[in-house]
């Protein structure tokens, strides 16, 4: 591109966010740039940021190194209200509170000195990909998003046009706590109606990636697509797998498979035609990270990646990744092509395998149940998993925690309409469920053993190549879930908690019974709309 072409472009740009926005921004625009430029822009600009040993752009995300769903917000407007499952999840925002943070962060970005801007697409599928724009006042933020979104050719960058969804990004500046609907100075808040998401007072770019997918989560389900938290890889002979989890259960250690291909990590669409990515990047927790446990990722993390938050060698600027001094969340995004064995594009057919995974530190889920169309339906509601003693103040036993359709804060409609579809996906293209748990075995937390990954991989093995689909199951009871007496590469007292458990049957029965009722309890809040079979599908205690 000559410049006096680069110079139209910058024009074109500018007159589009001041017709779109109202940025009247009189500089030069930094659009679409390469990941050197980036780079170059954030190590002169921008304060914490340095290159780590292996090329990567290492990054602070400021005081915020998580995502801050207590400060999320979507606007009560006529086109979606009857549509959101209004409650914790989907807290209301006035439009005029809306248009408050919305001028205070164009107010914000028309002060800088240095604007970027990005667009891309989420959405693989070409038939239901939406357009998306992000306007930010920060290098890391354009590069986060030009790894995490699917990058356009020059052909299509060409002819973009107007994006369908735009995010404000003024995360340094704060949002003003005395503004209705505000609980502090962060706020992050979503407008169907504008297609528009404003960022104020975070600094974390987890927060643009997972506001898109709640956007698709929106947008998706209106098209009778099905929008999913969860990751998603091909065999060699084309049958796919989506894995289901919430944080620390293995979906994206399990999903990384040397003999599969992957189709993503965390965000996927079932749509009429089959499975498709969301996203054009991966974006991993790096906590202990090691080239042996996970090659893929490891290596991944080279030029054109972003590390967030992680402890790092001053001189050598090797990254230690044991360092939790800033945060447990050590993050890093890059670009799906980085991981060898990624399927591009990002399409697969219809899944064959639904994998629901947890882990259990309570120690009495099995290992592997195969479970009917019922039961998947009522444990994809559920979404559980558990902490263990020690990784919070406070707690000294294993704690449940439900998170809805493995990813409760991205919903918007009610859980029951996604698990409905889902259910009827699996049924009408014949797809197994499974629940996989990667938890404790022999006992709960402190007493029993984490399940080892080998045997972990094993039943995933076991489960892909069909042979697991052909053994002996019997009864477990409580939960009623049918499990194996048999998985190669398993030890058969592993499979049967009841069996493998160290202490004795009474206080196996009581733990059993104590984390039914956790269960049961929680599902009351979703009977009003479930039907009389998935509500039987959970434990009987």
Known sequence: MHQDDEIQYMDEIHDQLHKEAGVD????????ASVPVLYEEALKYEKGTALTSTGALMTSSGELTGRSPKDKRVVDEETSTKDIWWGPVNIKLTEQAFMINRERAVDYLNTRTRLYVFDGYAGWDPKYRIKVRVVCARAYHALFMRNMLIRPTDAELENFGSPDFTIYNAGQFPANRYTTGMTSQTSVSLNFKKREMVILGTEYAGEMKKGIFTVMHYLMPKQGVLSLHSSANEGPNGDVSLFFGLSGTGKTTLSADPNRF?????????????????????????IDLSVEKEPEIFNAIKFGSVVENVGFDRNTRVVDYSDTSLTENTRCAYPIEYIPNAKLPCLGGHPKNIIL?????FGVLPPVSKLS???AMYHFISGYTAKVAGTEAGVTEPQATFSTCFGAPFLVWHPVKYAT????????????????????????YGVGKRISLKYSRAIIDAIHSGELAKVEYVNYPTFNLQIPTSCPGVPEEVLNPAKSWL?????????????????????????DKASPDVINAGPVV
């Open 503 to 527: 202490g004795d049957k009474e206080s196996f029965d009581k733990t059993i019974a104590k984390l039914g009722n956790l269960f049961v309890d929680h599902f009351n809040t979703y009977k």
């Open 421 to 444: 579809m889902l259910a009827e996906k699996m049924s009408h293209h014949k797809a197994d469920a499974w629940l996989i748990n990667t938890g404790w075995n022999g006992g709960a």
């Open 25 to 32: 921004y009189t500089k030069p625009i930094i659009r679409n």
């Open 262 to 286: 992957l189709i993503g990590d965390d965000e996927h669409c079932w749509s009429n035609d089959g499975v498709f990515n969301i996203e054009g990047g991966c974006y991993a927790k790096t």
């Open 357 to 361: 995974l947890t882990c259990d530190a």
């Open 373 to 375: 169309p019922s039961q």
